[in-house]
């Protein structure tokens, strides 16, 4: 069983980036699929980011797109979401996920994180 621990989250001003990473052990990171959720406060969990167990595949929600990256390193068994031109509307707990089902979609993921507090003000 994978485990998940996210990091790299905090306090910045609208227009700015930040770098979340997610290190997995426990498990044999290249055989899982990826992912970056958030949870704003009252509001349902959604998929930001996914991206396939070879790196070769990735998604993005439409409120994602051209804004952010994700990427995975596999000698760090770290995936990592680079945010640019962030907004006062990304501010959530972000979660990293890992799961091994076919597809990049919400309910490939059965493993998550604790979750990093993002907050970009205005």
């Known amino acids: 069983q994978v485990q998940l621990v996210e990091s790299g989250g905090g306090l910045v001003q609208a227009g700015g980036s930040l770098r979340l990473s997610c290190v997995a052990s426990?498990?044999?990171?290249?055989?899982?699929?990826m992912g970056w959720f958030r949870q704003a406060p009252g509001k349902e969990r959604e998929l930001i980011a996914g991206?396939?167990?070879?790196?070769?595949?990735?998604n993005y929600a439409d409120s994602a797109k051209g804004r952010f990256t994700i990427s995975r390193d596999f000698a760090k068994n770290t995936v990592y979401l680079q945010m640019n031109s962030l907004k006062p509307e990304d501010t959530a707990v972000y979660y990293c996920?890992?799961?091994?089902?076919?597809?990049?979609?919400?309910?490939?993921?059965?493993?998550w994180g604790q979750g990093t507090q993002v907050t970009v003000s205005s």
């Open positions: 991206i396939s167990w070879s790196g070769s595949t990735t």
């Open positions: 426990g498990g044999t990171f290249a055989l899982y699929n």
């Open positions: 996920a890992a799961g091994t089902a076919t597809g990049l979609g919400s309910s490939t993921y059965n493993y």
